[in-house]
Nanobody
Framework: QVQLVESGGGLVQAGGSLRLSCAAS????????MGWFRQAPGKEREFVAA????????YYADSAKGRFTISRDNAKNTAYLQMNSLKPEDTAVYYC?????????????????WGQGTQVTVSS
């Protein structure tokens, strides 16, 4: 069982930056692939980025490439999403998710555990 708690969301102007954190409970954090997803009002939840449990390989949605960086600190049981050059279309609730020994899938159905989400609002 893993519990995930996101933090770091907020209101930022276009072009600004935010760093999201996802703190995980439990002693097996290093065995979970960690993903970030987002959901805007009226839209489906979409993949943003993932970092593998194996060796920290990273994967990004096209919308995140070059602007967002996902990372993890297994000693702190925490995953991060650094978001730069934010755009109004990045406005959404951002969720972190955990997938046991996962293959860094972009499908939300692959992830067993989810946080409650943190709101990110980017003003123009």
């Amino acid at each position: 069982q893993v519990q995930l708690v996101e933090s770091g969301g907020g209101l930022v102007q276009a072009g600004g930056s935010l760093r999201l954190s996802c703190a995980a409970s439990g002693r097996t954090f290093s065995s979970y692939t960690m993903g970030w997803f987002r959901q805007a009002p009226g839209k489906e939840r979409e993949f943003v980025a993932a970092v593998s449990w194996r060796g920290g390989s990273t994967y990004y949605a096209d919308s995140a490439k070059g602007r967002f960086t996902i990372s993890r600190d297994n000693a702190k049981n925490t995953a991060y999403l650094q978001m730069n050059s934010l755009k109004p279309e990045d406005t959404a609730v951002y969720y972190c998710a955990a997938d046991w020994l996962g293959r860094s899938s972009g499908s939300p159905h692959e992830y067993e555990y989810w946080g409650q989400g943190t709101q990110v609002t980017v003003s123009s």
